[in-house]
C-alpha cells in the first residue's frame, strides 16, 4: 500500500493552517536549542492556555477536577502537562510522549585552555553524531552558569545577528592525506572536537596565557563569570542560526534538532488546544533520551509516576493501585521521529516498509535493532484503533521500519511506558540527515502529525486487552 504526496490533497484553507503551524514550530525551535529552554518555553505557552503548577495545588491541597490543567517540571529540564477528563483517571490516559534533548556537545568542567595563541573550550559530544559533520559549522553556546552565590545565569552566544560565532576547525585538504586514509569514525576524533573562542590577547609583556585571560575578562563582564564557575555551569555547543525554509518551493524545514522537538513541539501544540476531553490528557516532554534515557530527567526515573501519584492523592486517591492502573489503561504515541527514505543512500532502505517524506505521520510497529533488540512492539488491536481515529478524521498515515533489517537500527521511550503495561506504538515524522547538525523534514508532514496528535488526544479510548 502506497500513499501519495499529501501536497496536492489540501486545500488553500488547509495550505494556510499548514503555513501557520510551520511558522510557529520554527520560532519554538528557535527559542529552544536546548532541554531547559525548552522546558522555559512549554511552561510560557501553557500557563498562556490557563495551566497551573502542581506544586502550587500540592502547597494548598486544592482538590484536582475534570477540566483541571496541570503541569509539572523536573530540575527544568523535563516536562509534563496534564488536562483532566471527565472520565476517572483510574480508567487511564491518552499520552504524546516525546524527548526535548538533542545531540551537541557539551562544555567540559574545565575547558578553557590556549594553546598557540589561539583560546579553545574542551568538549564531549552527547548523543549519537558523526563528529567529522560538526567541524568548520557555525556554532553557539547555550546554558547557564550556577555560581556559589545561589544565582544562575543563562548563557546564549552566537544566535543574535550582532554576536560572534563559534567553530571547530579541521585540516586543510592540502595535509590530509593521512587524515583522509581514516574510517569515518577517526577522521575526526571526540578529543580534537574542541571549539575555537579566541585569538586576541590581553595586555603587554611576555605573561602566559593572554588571550585565555581576554575570554575571562569577557565573561566576567557579560556574565559575571569566574574561570571556577565552569564547575557548575551546563554549556551545550549547538549549531547556530535559525531555522529555515528548505527547497525552492519553500516545502521543508531545515534545522537543528528536529529530533526529537519535532514532535515535541507538535505534541504541545495539540494538547494546548484540546478542550474538555473525555479521556484525560496527557504531553509528556523528557530529558536524555539520546543517551539511554537515564538520570534523574531522562524516562526511566520516577518523575512522571510520582507526578501522577502527586495527581491523584489531590482527587482522593493515595493508593499505589490507583497509579498502578491508571498507567496500564492509558495509551501512548511514543512522539519521536524516524528515518525518511533517501534516494542517495537507497542501499540501506526497504522500499515497501520506509517512510517517506510529504506522505504523513510515520507509525512504527517496533523499532530496536536486527532481530528488534530493545524494542517496544505494539499490538494489532491497538494499531486497528489508531487506523480508525486517523480514518475518520481524514488523516494520512504510513507505516514504516527504521532501514533494512540488517542495516543497523534505534530506539525510543516507548519500551520503558510499555513496562506499565500500557498501549505504546512509535509515531512521529520522517527526516533526512537526522543527528546531523542540521536536518530535513517536510512541512505537510509537520501539519498532518500535528492534525493525528490531536485526533488521538480526543478520540482515543481503552482497547480491550
Known sequence: MENKSLWNQYTDEQIKALENINDNYRKCLDKGKT??????????????????????????????????KIYAACMKKSIVLFQIGTQSLENGMNILGAHIDSPHMDVKQNPLYEDSDCAYLDTHYYGG???????????AIHGVVAKKDGTTVPVVIGEDDTDPVLVISDLLIHLSSEQLDKKA?????????DVLVGNRPI??????????????????EKYGMEEADFLSAELEIVPAGKARE????????????HDDRICAFTSLFAMLETENPSRTSCCLLVDKEEIGSVGATGMHSRFFENTLAEILALMGKVSELSVKRTLANSTMLSSDVSAAFDALYASVFEKK????????????KYTGSRGKSGSNDARAEYIAKLRQILSKHNIQFQMAELGKVDAGGGGT??????????????????????????????KADIYETYRGYKAFLSDMEYVER
Not at 500557563?47 to 483541571?68: C, F, H, S
Not at 595586555?203 to 566576567?220: F, H, P, Q
Not at 528548505?246 to 534538532?257: H, N, P, Q, T, V
Request: with cysteine; proline share 2%.
Open 353 to 364: 516498509n520506509s517512510a517517506y517524506m510529504g506522505r504523513g505521520l510515520v507509525f512504527n
Open 413 to 442: 521511550i516507548a519500551y520503558i511506558m510499555g513496562n506499565y503495561g500500557m498501549d505504546v506504538i512509535d509515531c512521529g515524522i520522517a527526516l533526512l540527515s537526522m543527528h546531523a547538525p542540521y536536518e530535513v523534514a517536510s
Open 246 to 257: 528548505c527547497g525552492i518551493d519553500r516545502s521543508m524545514i531545515l534545522a537543528y534538532g
Open 203 to 220: 595586555g603587554e609583556g611576555e605573561e602566559a596565557d593572554k588571550v585565555k585571560k581576554y575570554i575571562l575578562s569577557i565573561l566576567k
Open 129 to 139: 553524531i558523526k563528529k567529522y559533520q560538526w567541524v568548520t559549522t557555525p556554532l
Open 35 to 68: 532541554e531547559r529552554e525548552c522546558v522555559t518555553l512549554t511552561i510560557q505557552m501553557a500557563e498562556e492556555k490557563g495551566y497551573v503548577n502542581l506544586e502550587t495545588l500540592i502547597r494548598n491541597q486544592q482538590e484536582i477536577k475534570p477540566g483541571d
Open 185 to 193: 569514525a577517526k577522521v575526526v576524533e571526540g578529543e580534537n572536537l
